[in-house]
């Protein structure tokens, strides 16, 4: 478990590894995706700026239960609302911290304590399929990390608790993911993963089951930061 008063440090830290590693020369900034919306051949224009949908999985010591539905936000929006939740995804060959990647899934809830603290669950897969473009079928997950090549899938959860005093962080070590349905007309994902979740250094020793995680989304054809 990471010391609280560590947190700002461990999320500065890791989202500026993400502007570092950013290399999306079409990204856009909010404005533009607004103004700009991208097109589609089946629908038109993406109908959200992020994505939305459902998502779900079981994290025993971690929160155990997650479920969260609705219209996903990145996190430098969503920490000046009382409570919020959502879940979304956008598929586009992106490089994301050193990784090629086909997807990336999110899903986060949010909500302030009486006391002035908050409590923040958040998750992120990078979906990558290096031969044939994604597609429907099994993504085995490795380290966030380790060089994903073939068809891989990586995942990283953080938790911060200020009610219980817990700001930890988590990669799915390993386990499967598996894109059930991919309706690139009506754009929407849904699939199924578990696995096992593995804390950040220096307590990489701990390792919790991640259960029965399902999602059903919408997803939209520009990349973004989460």
Same mark, same amino acid.
Request: proline share 5%; charged share 10%.
């Given at each position: #478990?990471?010391?609280?008063?560590?947190?700002? +440090? @461990?999320?500065?830290?890791?989202?500026?590894?993400?502007?570092?590693? +950013?290399?999306?020369?079409?990204?856009?900034?909010?404005? $533009?995706?607004?103004?700009?919306?991208?097109?589609?051949?089946?629908?038109?224009? $993406?109908?959200?700026?992020?994505?939305?949908? $459902?998502?779900?999985?079981?994290?025993?010591?971690?929160?155990?239960?997650?479920?969260?539905?609705?219209?996903?936000?990145?996190?430098?929006?969503?920490?000046?609302?009382?409570?919020?939740?959502?879940?979304?995804?956008?598929?586009?060959?992106?490089?994301?911290?050193?990784? %090629?990647?086909?997807?990336? /899934?999110?899903?986060?809830?949010?909500?302030?304590?009486?006391?002035?603290?908050?409590?923040?669950?958040? #998750?992120?897969?990078?979906?990558?399929?290096?031969?044939?473009? /994604?597609?429907?079928?099994?993504?085995?997950?490795?380290?966030?990390?380790?060089?994903?090549?073939? %068809? @891989?899938?990586?995942?990283?959860?953080?938790?911060?608790?200020?009610?219980?005093?817990?700001?930890?962080?988590?990669?799915?070590?390993?386990?499967?993911?598996?894109?059930?349905?991919? $309706?690139?007309?009506?754009?929407?994902?849904?699939?199924?993963?578990?696995?096992?979740?593995?804390?950040?250094?220096?307590?990489?020793?701990?390792?919790?089951?991640?259960?029965?995680?399902?999602?059903?989304?919408?997803?939209?054809?520009?990349?973004?930061?989460?």
């Amino acid at each position: #478990m990471i010391n609280p008063g560590h947190r700002g +440090w @461990s999320l500065i830290g890791f989202l500026l590894l993400l502007i570092v590693f +950013w290399d999306d020369p079409g990204c856009k900034t909010h404005d $533009d995706a607004v103004s700009n919306p991208s097109p589609s051949p089946c629908t038109g224009a $993406d109908t959200t700026l992020y994505g939305s949908g $459902d998502f779900f999985f079981i994290a025993p010591g971690a929160g155990d239960t997650f479920a969260v539905s609705g219209r996903y936000v990145p996190s430098s929006e969503y920490g000046i609302d009382s409570a919020s939740q959502g879940a979304g995804a956008f598929l586009s060959d992106t490089l994301i911290l050193g990784h %090629r990647v086909s997807a990336q /899934l999110a899903a986060y809830t949010h909500a302030l304590t009486t006391g002035g603290g908050s409590n923040e669950r958040s #998750m992120v897969i990078l979906i990558s399929d290096s031969v044939a473009g /994604l597609s429907t079928g099994d993504y085995q997950f490795i380290p966030f990390a380790a060089p994903m090549t073939g %068809r @891989s899938a990586a995942g990283h959860f953080l938790y911060y608790s200020d009610e219980h005093g817990v700001y930890s962080t988590y990669d799915i070590s390993s386990g499967t993911l598996t894109i059930t349905s991919l $309706d690139t007309c009506a754009r929407r994902i849904a699939g199924t993963f578990s696995g096992i979740l593995q804390a950040a250094p220096p307590d990489t020793g701990i390792r919790l089951n991640l259960l029965g995680g399902t999602f059903h989304l919408h997803y939209v054809t520009r990349a973004y930061i989460f």
